[in-house]
């Protein structure tokens, strides 16, 4: 299907583990972001990525890492998860030529024990 | 970007219409004002945007005061599906959401049957 497609849907893991959270979008957006959801904190911007090979930090990016190998994908590594980084992730797409109209996935729950 | 104002949370019976104020009195004159909202457990979701006229489209109706200080997003006939919480973020366009949108408190838009 067309769109833009995360995985997995719910994710637990332990403290410590590294964790990959996928981001797949068909509709060749230059943009993708992550963000990451959390109650009393809202929707804060992880990384974000410009085009293929071009990342760049957002608001909260400290325990994490992004790569931008083909234009469709934008993967979001935890490294080495902790309690902290436990919340709900969004991944988001943009092209070029549309004004700031973001397109979100259906998010990942995340759940560091 | 400008810093925007909403009530944390409207109730609005089903069938009429709902009017969300925004207020950004500081918003200079090359930035826009976007709405979003997400639905429970659901990401983001773009509404509509617009500069200084009044703009509509499937989903709602955007109407921007003539100093542009505030705006209004307009549902006309809410139904229990539109219960959501609704961000009104105001920027400079930048092509594509550049570095990503900054999303606020936004307002909790409960639909009563």
């Known amino acids: 299907d067309a769109g833009i497609t995360q995985s997995p849907r719910y994710k637990i893991t332990e403290t410590g583990r590294q964790v990959t959270l996928m981001c797949h979008q068909t509709?060749?957006?230059?943009?993708m972001f992550w963000y990451r959801q959390d109650l009393g904190h809202g929707l804060r911007l992880i990384y974000y990525?410009?085009?293929?090979?071009?990342?760049d930090k957002g608001e909260v990016p400290d325990g994490y890492v992004v790569s931008r190998s083909k234009t469709e994908n934008f993967p979001l590594t935890l490294e080495s998860a902790t309690r902290s980084q436990t919340s709900v992730y969004f991944c988001?797409?943009?092209?070029?030529?549309?004004?700031?109209?973001?397109?979100f996935g259906s998010g990942t729950q995340l759940s560091v024990l | 970007d400008a810093k925007t104002t909403q009530p944390p949370s409207m109730d609005c019976a089903e069938g009429r219409a709902a009017n969300l104020p925004c207020n950004h009195s500081?918003?200079?004159?090359?930035?826009?004002v976007y709405w979003y909202r997400q639905i429970h457990s659901q990401g983001p979701q773009y509404i509509i945007h617009?500069?200084?006229n009044n703009e509509t489209n499937e989903m709602a109706s955007l109407i921007i005061t003539e100093d542009r200080k505030s705006s209004t997003l307009i549902l006309p006939h809410a139904t229990l599906r539109d219960t959501a919480v609704y961000y009104c973020?105001?920027?400079?366009?930048?092509?594509?959401?550049?570095?990503?949108?900054?999303f606020g408190k936004g307002t909790h838009l409960i639909i009563q049957p």
């Open positions: 990525s410009a085009a293929a090979d071009i990342t």
């Open positions: 973020i105001v920027r400079v366009y930048s092509g594509g959401g550049a570095d990503g949108l900054t």
């Open positions: 617009g500069l200084k």
């Open positions: 988001a797409s943009s092209a070029t030529s549309e004004s700031e109209k973001l397109f």
């Open positions: 500081t918003i200079s004159g090359n930035e826009y």
């Open positions: 509709w060749s957006h230059s943009y």
